[in-house]
Nanobody
């Protein structure tokens, strides 16, 4: 069973940056893909970004974050990260790490990101 733990959330001003990390309980080599969703108050959960683990580390981004966010992985540290630059107040949300292993989707507990104007 996979356990995912996010960290790195916080309060920043618009235009600032944060780096979120998601650490898996074991090797991420069998977790494919991994990525991030977010959910703002009163809104549906929104897919943010994904990265493949076994298919060449291909990345995909939601249009709303493309060019500002970068997802990456470190297999040695069993970690997937989300570098968030040029943050906007509309990026305020709880960010959830996810991963797919053997047909089952695992979720982290979420980390709060708040961007002030």
């Amino acid at each position: 069973q996979v356990q995912l733990v996010e960290s790195g959330g916080g309060l920043v001003q618009a235009g600032g940056s944060l780096r979120l990390s998601c650490v898996a309980s074991g090797s991420i080599s069998s977790i494919d893909p991994m990525g991030w969703y977010r959910q703002a108050p009163g809104k549906q959960r929104e897919w943010v970004a994904s990265i493949t683990i076994t298919s060449g580390s291909a990345t995909n981004y939601a249009d709303s974050v493309k060019g500002r966010f970068t997802i990456s992985r470190d297999n040695a540290k069993n970690t997937v990260s989300l570098q968030m630059n040029s943050l906007k107040p509309e990026d305020t949300a709880v960010y959830y790490c996810y991963g797919r292993q053997y047909g089952f989707i695992y979720w982290g507990q979420g980390t709060q990101v708040t961007v002030s104007s």
